[in-house]
Every structure is written in structure tokens, then in C-alpha cells.
């Protein structure tokens, strides 16, 4: 602030009022920067502040986020894990089926082969059977013959 010799001569040369003006001017101008470098220095600390709680914030919005991507990362796992189960399941199945189906076939081929040979052991026999009632046929005939000789000798 300005000294007192300086404001006693100030007061000799210029009057008492208007070195009580020029000093409450300069204690209100001093008072007013004081004021301002507190809130130049508050808003200072303030901008720190928000600038501190921002980065938190993104700290834990990575951390969030990290969180998030590793739950997915493992939720795909898990579900190529299942489909891959799965996968491995309907290739079982389809195996099984395919033996089952091959195991019938063969049964039924079997079957079939049983009956062919049915039929042609009933083919043989009907054959002989044939030949039986052809031999029947031919003695039967004889006989006619014999009859009607014998029946012309007769008469």
C-alpha cells in the first residue's frame, strides 16, 4: 500500500477528499484483484476437480466396460462350448441312427434271403410234385389204355 509519508504529502498538495478517494480507490482495486486471483484460483481448483472426477469416471467406465467385454468373451465361450456339445451329440445320434438302419437292413436282407430260399425249396417240391402227378398222369393212362384193350378183348 502507499506509504504515509506519501499520503501526507498527497493530502498537503491535493486536499484532504481527494486522497481519501485515491485511497479507497486503490484498497477497492487491490481488494477487487484479490478477489479475482481467488476466483481465478478457485475456478483453477475447480476445473482440477472436474478434471480429476472426469478421469475417475472414464477409469470406471473402461473398468465397466473391460467388465462387459470379458461377461460376453464368456458367454461366447460357454455357447461354442454348448453348440460344439451339441454339435458332437447330433453327430452321435446320426451314427447310432446309421447303425440301426444298417443293423435293419442287414436283418431284412437276411429275412428276405430266408424267404427266396423258402420259395425255392416250395419251387423244388412243386416241381416234384409236378413230376408226380406227370408220372400219375402217364400211369393213369397206361391203365386207360390196358382197360380199353382188355375191354376190346371182351367184347
Known sequence: MLDVDVILKSIAEYGLQVVLIIVLLGYFLK???ERETEVVEEKVRLREEIRLKHEEV????????????????LLMSENAKREEL??????????????EATRREEALLR?????????????R??????????????NIEGIKDRLTKVEEKLN
Open 31 to 33: 481488494r477487487d484483484k
Open 111 to 123: 429275412q428276405m434271403d430266408k424267404q427266396n430260399e423258402s420259395l425255392r425249396q416250395i419251387s
Open 58 to 73: 472414464h477409469k470406471e467406465l473402461e473398468v465397466y466396460k473391460l467388465n462387459a467385454r470379458d461377461k460376453e468373451n
Open 125 to 138: 417240391s412243386m416241381e416234384g410234385i409236378n413230376q408226380t402227378i406227370i408220372s400219375f398222369d402217364k
Open 86 to 99: 451339441i454339435r458332437k451329440e447330433s453327430e452321435k445320434r446320426e451314427v447310432m441312427i446309421r447303425d
